[in-house]
């Protein structure tokens, strides 16, 4: 899971449901709340552990933050100087995610696949905003934590992909690699805020509408490849060169120079072998397990 929430493409929460452990995660998760927090307050530690499913949290969350600190350096460096090849294994990871959450759809009929007709145009428009200035201050990181951890339980859609679209991934990327601190500890703040206020709110949503939420979600996460295209050039006019500003644009392959092509769509062919793959292994964890 912390291996797939770092990249962005394959949600933490779909390698949870492939291998069987989502619903466990779901109640330890919801477990984190205002009472469990009161028990914890006032000494009472074995409520508090056994609110949590702290014997199944623990280990899971050791595993994530191996996989952070080990991860975040090799991603930051390959962003910076291979990013097409990089992106392109975005990219592949994302429509292979897309297309796995809907295979696993058990309710497949024709009102349920319109929902990934307003989740494209959303992630659409949420992709091509490269206007929006969300900031990079602790009020920015804070809220960032609040709204990439609900993404990170969801299966469909990676809390590093939020970080993405909101342009704060190489913010974090570079606060783990720098040990920035203090960046990181307000994040992880929010991210117990996010779990505390909306874990409940998520659960009850997916309970009822759980085939319309991820088909919604499958269509965000296509709509929003646009952010991800390996292709970019930044244009700089004279009035951003005096503030100091850019704007990022796609193109097609043929508009860039080395375009690296070939590479490129083998990278993103790989991950989306890479990814049912993973489905592959999570069909054989499951049934060895049952």
């Known amino acids: 899971m912390g291996a797939a929430d770092i990249v962005p493409g394959v949600s933490g929460g ?22 469990s927090l009161k028990a ?7 409520e508090f552990w056994r609110s949590i499913d702290g014997r199944f949290i623990l280990p899971l969350l050791i595993g994530i933050a191996v996989a952070f600190l ?40 024709a009102m349920n696949y319109v929902w990934l007709i307003p989740g494209i145009f959303v992630g659409y428009w949420i992709g091509v905003q490269t206007s929006i200035a969300f900031g990079s201050g602790n009020t920015a990181v804070l809220i960032a934590g609040m709204l990439a951890i609900c993404a990170m339980i969801l299966p469909g859609i990676s809390g590093s992909f939020i970080l993405v679209l909101l342009g704060m991934y190489e913010v974090l990327i570079s606060a783990v690699t720098n040990k920035e601190y ?13 779990l505390i206020f909306f874990s409940r709110l998520i659960k009850a949503i997916l309970s ?22 390996p292709w970019k050039i930044t244009l700089h006019s004279s009035e951003q060169a005096i503030n100091h500003a850019k704007t990022v644009t796609n193109v097609l392959p043929t508009d860039y120079p080395n375009p690296m092509t070939l590479t490129a769509i083998s990278i993103a ?22």
């Open 269 to 290: 062919l790989f991950a989306i072998v890479l990814v049912f793959t993973i489905e592959y292994i999570g069909k054989k964890l499951q049934a060895k397990h049952n």
């Open 70 to 109: 080990v991860l975040a350096h090799p991603i930051k460096y390959a962003i910076a100087h291979h990013p097409i090849p990089t992106w392109s294994f975005f990219f592949g990871l994302i429509i292979a995610s897309a297309v796995l959450i809907i295979k696993h759809m058990t309710n497949k009929n």
């Open 182 to 194: 203090t960046t990181l500890l307000i994040f992880i703040s929010g991210a117990i805020i996010g």
């Open 14 to 35: 779909t390698i949870a449901l492939l291998t069987g452990i989502y619903p466990r995660l779901i109640n330890a998760i919801t477990g984190l709340n205002i009472h």
């Open 208 to 229: 009822k509408f759980y085939q319309q939420t991820l088909f919604f979600l499958s269509g965000l996460m296509l709509g929003s490849l646009v952010k991800v295209w």
């Open 40 to 46: 914890l307050t006032k000494g009472q530690f074995g």
